[in-house]
C-alpha cells in the first residue's frame, strides 16, 4: 500500500491542469451533442463560444462538426474569459458556471462534483503513468490493453466516478492501477444462499476447477474449526473492498451467527476490468471471470449484483447460446458469447423483507462466473475489449489506426471486416430475433490476427440483453429478458448504442488522423448493412418496418439521463421508458441507401 504522500503523487499541479483541460473538452463536445449547450460561431476566427447561465463567463475554443452532430473540440484550443479576463480553466467550476444549462439540481449537483472530482483524479494518475504508445499498446496482451486505457466510457462525462473508494483503494482495485489482487472467499449457509449453474455444470465441478484443492482444503478446515459441517455452505468469491467495507458491518448478524462465514483470501490472483467489478484470472487466464456485487457509485448505478436477479442468468446464457450455435448468419460471421455459467445470491431476510424490488439493499452479496475467452483463440490470435478502437495515445495517435497498419490492408477494408464481425451479429440479432444486446466496447471482445478482426465475442449477457416481441416464445427461465419496448424506439438499440454511442467516436478518430475519410467511413457501415439485407431476403418485410436507412433517428441522451438522477439513471425493469429524446440527428448512412 502506498504511503498517505505516494498516494495523491498524481494530484500535481500540471497533470490536474491537464485532467480537468481534457474534461471541459470532453463537456463541451458532449453537452454540445445532446442540446444542453449550444455553440456560437465567433466571427472573428471561427472559433465557437458557450457563455455560463449568468452570461459572464465564456468559454471559446476551436471545433470540427462532423456526422451525428458530433463535435470534435480540440483540447488544447480552450479559454475562459470574464470580461477582459481570461481565466484558469477548472472543471467544477464549469458545471457550477453551467448548472442551470445542464439541468443539475440542487441535490445533483454535490453528488456530481464528487464524481467530476474523482474522474478528474482519475485523468491525472492515468497522464501521470509512463503510457506505451497506441502502436505498442495495439501489439500487447489482453489485460495490459484493458489496463491500458485511458478515456473510459466514450459519451458521459462523469464516467470514472466509483464513489465509495478511498485513495489506497483506488490503487488496489481501479482497472487503470494495474494491481494484481486476491478475492475474499465466504461460506455461505445454502439455505440462504441461492446457486444455479447452466446446463452440465454443478456446484462441486465449478469450484474443483475454480479452487486448487489446497484451497479448498484450508476453507473446508476454516469452517470444520468452528464445528460447522462445509456440506452445509457454499464458497463464493467477493471483491474485497466488499468485504471491509459492507458486508462486515452491514451483514454483521449474518457473520455473527454464522450464516456467512469469511475463509479469506483465494490464491488465484485477479486484474479488475474497466467495468471495475469484474475480475480477470491472470494465475490462470482459462479459468472464469468472477462478477462481484460492489456498493460503488459508478456511472449512474450502484454496482450491485441482485441475488434473485442472478438466479436466472445460467439459464438465459445457456438459451443465448444454443439460439447462437444453431443460427447459419452467425455461425458465419463466426461470431460466439461467453456464457455467464453459475451464479450465486444470498438472500438476506430482513432487509428482503424491509426493501422494494430494486433497493441496493438487495444488491449487496452476490458474485457469477462467466467463460473466459482465453481457451477459444487459435495459433497466431490475441484478444482486445472493443473500447479499445476508440483509444488514442498523447500524441494523439489511434489503436485502431496501429491495427489497421499492422493488418497491411486498405482501411476500408479493414473496416469492412471488423464490421461483418460486429455490425452483422447485432443486426441478425435485432431482424431475425427482435433481440436486442448492450453492444457498447467493453461488452465487445475482439479476435485480432494479423492485426485484423477475426472474430467478434460478446459478453455482459443477462443483465444486458432484451427480446422485444411481446409473442416470442421463451422458456419460462428466460422469461425475464422480455422487454415492452414501442415500435418507435425498438430500432434505436442499433442508432443509439452502436451509431451514435461508438460509430460516431471510431468515425471521427480514423478520420482526424488521415486513416479514413468520413464519408468512406459511413459509405462502407451502409454497403455492410445492405450486403447484410440482400441476404436476407425473407426478411425484407422487417427491413421495411425498421429502416436502417431512414433519414433521421432520434437522439437518445445518456448525459441528460445522469444528469437528472446520478443514484438510478434507468430503471432496470423499464429501459425504454427512461430514455431522454431530444430532437433527431441525420441518419450518416442514408445517402448511401441502395438505390439513391
Known amino acids: 500500500m502506498p504511503t498517505a504522500q505516494d498516494a495523491v503523487a498524481h494530484l500535481t499541479p500540471a497533470l490536474w491542469a491537464r485532467a480537468n483541460r481534457l474534461l471541459i473538452r470532453k ?72 448548472r442551470a444549462s445542464l439541468g443539475l439540481g440542487q441535490e445533483i449537483l454535490p453528488v456530481y462534483l464528487e ?36 478515456e473510459g466510457h466514450p459519451c458521459f462525462v462523469a464516467n470514472n466516478g466509483r464513489l465509495g473508494f478511498g485513495i489506497h483503494e483506488y490503487h488496489a482495485y481501479a482497472p487503470e492501477a494495474a494491481s494484481p489482487l486476491t478475492l475474499i472467499w465466504l461460506a455461505a449457509r445454502r439455505d440462504h444462499a441461492t446457486f444455479t449453474a447452466g446446463a ?49 458491518v452491514t451483514f454483521a448478524a449474518e457473520v455473527a451467527r454464522q450464516h456467512l462465514v469469511c475463509l479469506g483470501p ?21 479459468r472464469h471471470y468472477v462478477k462481484t456485487a460492489l456498493s460503488v457509485l459508478n456511472m449512474g448505478f450502484m454496482r450491485g449484483l441482485s441475488a434473485s436477479y442472478m438466479e436466472a442468468t445460467p439459464a438465459i446464457n445457456d438459451w443465448l447460446a ?127 490476427e494479423d492485426g485484423a478482426v477475426a472474430r467478434v465475442i460478446f459478453k455482459d449477457i443477462a443483465e444486458e440483453i432484451a427480446v422485444m416481441d411481446p409473442d416470442a416464445v421463451l422458456p419460462p427461465a428466460v422469461e425475464r429478458i422480455r422487454a415492452d419496448v414501442p415500435e418507435d424506439k425498438k430500432l434505436l438499440s442499433v442508432f443509439t448504442d452502436v451509431f451514435d454511442c461508438f460509430f460516431r467516436f471510431l468515425g471521427s478518430t480514423l478520420d482526424d488522423r488521415g486513416i ?36 433521421e433517428f432520434a437522439l437518445s441522451c445518456l448525459n441528460r439521463l445522469q444528469l437528472r438522477n446520478n443514484q438510478q439513471m434507468v430503471d432496470l425493469q423499464d429501459p425504454a421508458g427512461a430514455l431522454q429524446l431530444i430532437g433527431t440527428l441525420r441518419n450518416p448512412i442514408a445517402p448511401h441507401a441502395p438505390g439513391r
Not at 272 to 285: E, G, V
Request: aromatic content about 12%; hydrophobic content about 40%.
Open 27 to 98: 463537456g463541451l463536445a458532449e453537452f454540445a451533442h445532446e442540446r444542453l449547450l449550444t455553440p456560437k460561431r465567433l466571427p472573428q476566427d471561427g472559433h465557437y463560444a458557450v457563455r455560463s447561465d449568468d452570461g459572464g463567463t465564456e468559454y471559446r475554443f476551436a471545433a470540427r462538426r462532423a456526422a451525428l452532430d458530433h463535435w470534435q473540440v480540440d483540447a488544447d484550443s480552450i479559454t475562459r474569459h470574464r470580461g477582459s479576463d481570461e481565466l484558469p480553466l477548472d472543471a467544477l467550476e464549469f458545471f457550477i458556471e453551467l
Open 115 to 150: 464524481e467530476i472530482s474523482s474522474t478528474l483524479s482519475g485523468t491525472a494518475y492515468k497522464l501521470g503513468l509512463d503510457q506505451p504508445s497506441a502502436a505498442e499498446l495495439a501489439k500487447s496482451g489482453f489485460q495490459a490493453i484493458e489496463t491500458g486505457m485511458t
Open 200 to 248: 452440465g455444470l454443478d456446484y462441486d465441478t465449478l469450484i474443483r476447477a475454480e479452487l486448487p484443492e489446497e484451497t479448498r482444503t484450508r476453507f473446508t478446515t476454516t469452517l470444520t474449526g468452528l464445528g460447522l459441517d462445509p456440506d452445509d455452505y457454499y464458497f463464493f468469491p467477493t471483491h474485497p473492498w466488499q468485504w471491509w467495507n459492507k458486508l462486515s
Open 266 to 286: 483465494g490464491d488465484d490472483e485477479y486484474l479488475a476490468q474497466q467495468s471495475i467489478r469484474t475480475f480477470f484470472n491472470t494465475t490462470d487466464p482459462a
Open 322 to 448: 444454443r439460439l447462437v450455435d444453431a443460427d447459419d448468419t452467425f455461425r458465419a460471421a463466426r461470431f460466439s458469447i461467453i456464457r455467464e455459467r453459475a451464479a450465486i445470491g444470498y438472500h438476506h431476510r430482513q432487509y428482503e423483507a424491509a426493501t422494494e424490488k430494486g433497493s441496493p439493499y438487495l444488491k449487496m452479496l452476490a458474485a457469477l462466473w462467466r467463460e473466459s475467452p482465453v481457451p477459444t483463440l487459435e495459433p497466431g490470435q490475441r484478444l482486445a475489449t472493443m473500447a479499445s478502437l476508440l483509444h488514442t495515445d498523447r500524441d494523439g495517435d489511434s489503436l485502431a489506426g496501429a491495427l489497421v497498419e499492422e493488418s497491411g490492408l486498405e482501411p476500408a477494408v479493414w473496416l469492412r471486416r471488423y464490421l461483418d464481425g460486429y455490425l452483422v451479429p447485432v443486426l441478425h440479432a435485432f431482424y431475425a430475433y427482435d433481440l436486442v444486446f448492450m453492444p457498447h466496447g467493453e461488452n465487445a471482445i475482439l479476435v485480432i
Open 516 to 551: 479514413l475519410d468520413e464519408d468512406t467511413f459511413w459509405r462502407t457501415v451502409a454497403e455492410c448493412v445492405t450486403d447484410y439485407q440482400a441476404a436476407h431476403p425473407h426478411l425484407a418485410d422487417r427491413f421495411a418496418q425498421y429502416d436502417m436507412f431512414a433519414d
